[in-house]
């Protein structure tokens, strides 16, 4: 059974960076069968997918254009986690930021998605001084 | 912020039939999968559909999905009270290049 376990600080004052971090267990950070993504959730912005990384022979990297001059998502290996850090923090992104697993299954050059089917706990993030 | 637009609220009494809509345009649900998404209260979000019409193991035959052209729907047939819950859409954007959710629909059972 896959689950994705969150950490990282609830609170971080403006202009800071964000940074959290999903440990992986019940599956590999490198397979090629899931991309591992970043998703907030907050009143004002609803649900907002922030960004994936995943590994076919090499590491790549989607980030979304809200976030994409601030946003760095990263895999480490030998952990079998991934992180998020998100720069320049304003209040505008107080959220609930969740790890998730978007599982593709791979059949020769075919890829099948299966969507988001693992999700963390959720963190919620404030930004306050 | 969102992408996708769903009407905010929908209801029906214990056994009725709920049906979600979620509308987008070519360069999301007309050029890809959509999939839904339940959020009980306090809880993370759960992959209901994948594929615009395929249920994951484990989800009811009481929720269904389909798609036309740019627009999905969700149905919930035989209504329960523990389908009380926020639903999402969601769907690749190919011109934004990443993931895009629908506002989301608040369903109660009266």
Redo the contacts between chains.
Sequence with gaps: QVQLQQSGPGLVKPSQTLSLTCAISGDSVSTNSAAWNWIRQSPSRGLEWLGRTYYRSKWYKDYAVSVKSRITINPDTSKNQFSLQLNSVTPEDTAVYYCVREYIAVTGLNYYYYGMDVWGQGTTVTVSS | ??VLTQSPSASGTPGQRVTISCSGSNSNIGSA?V?W?QQLPGA????L???NDQR?SGVPDRFSGSKSGTSASLAISGLRSEDEADY?C?AWDGR??????G??TRVTVL
């Design positions: 912020q969102s999968y999939y998404y993370a979000p759960k992959r559909i994948y594929r994951p999402y969601a934004l290049r990443g993931y895009v959710f506002t989301g």
